[in-house]
């Protein structure tokens, strides 16, 4: 498997044995690491979801990780502006390599009880002012493939991920682009574990949707990814 695949950590991820399960990802060839920004459990509202600050330490702490860290992405709606920089964006861009991208909320999976409404693009323009990203650096990139978000990438040279479905879409827009070079994120897709054979160009990053129901399933899917 290229070295672009990537996993999502699961919102149960650290509930059982979770150093055990890194151990397990940083014998294989993972790229990144991504955790979610979600109020809301996507695969069973009925469970818990982890803590991104607290989750981004045990990373960090763990100390035989071979990977980078990233979130997928960061819900820029979701907190006072200055909490979101204070609390999150700056600490991660402390991170070596981090990988952040960037949304404006899901209403499936979003407890929308408390939200703001932010310019996304203005967002950007401050990040892009603070910090130095590159496509082998610090990567900035968009979750989401709407008209607004690709008219951002293509302002801004910034990455940008799609959730599942189809990539002909994004390999396309991807191709329509006339600075491919100096894109300062990578271009990926969300894939399920059992969709290792999508065909995405070799720049592209696969992120591959992690569950652990249990152990076995857990190690069933890694296997199924990386072998």
């Not at 609390?87 to 952040?100: A, C, Q, T, V, Y």
């Amino acid at each position: 498997m290229s070295n672009n695949s990537s996993v999502l950590l699961p919102g149960t991820f650290f509930e059982q044995e979770y150093k055990r399960k890194l151990e397990y990802l940083s014998r294989n060839n993972v790229n990144c690491v991504y955790l979610y920004d979600h109020s809301v459990n996507p695969s069973d509202n009925q469970k818990t979801v982890y803590k991104i600050k607290k989750s981004l330490s045990l990373l960090q702490e763990y100390e035989n990780k071979n990977f980078n860290l990233g979130l997928c992405v960061l819900n820029i709606n979701s907190r006072k502006k200055d909490l979101l920089f204070s609390n999150f964006i700056n600490p991660m861009m402390e991170i070596e390599n981090f990988k952040l991208g960037l949304g404006t909320g899901d209403k499936k999976y979003e407890n929308r009880n408390t939200k703001y409404s932010y310019d996304l693009d203005q967002i950007i323009h401050e990040l892009i002012n603070l910090y130095t990203f590159s496509s082998k650096g610090k990567n900035l990139f968009l979750g989401g493939t709407s008209k607004n978000k690709k008219e951002l990438v293509r302002k801004y040279s910034i990455g940008i991920n799609q959730w599942l479905g189809s990539s002909k879409d994004l390999i396309s827009f991807y191709k329509s682009l006339h600075q491919k070079q100096s894109l300062v994120g990578k271009f990926s897709q969300c894939l399920k574990p059992s969709n290792t054979e999508v065909n995405l160009p070799k720049n592209f990053e696969k992120i591959f949707i992690l569950k652990d129901s249990n152990l076995g399933k857990f190690y069933s899917d890694v296997d199924k990814i990386f072998s």
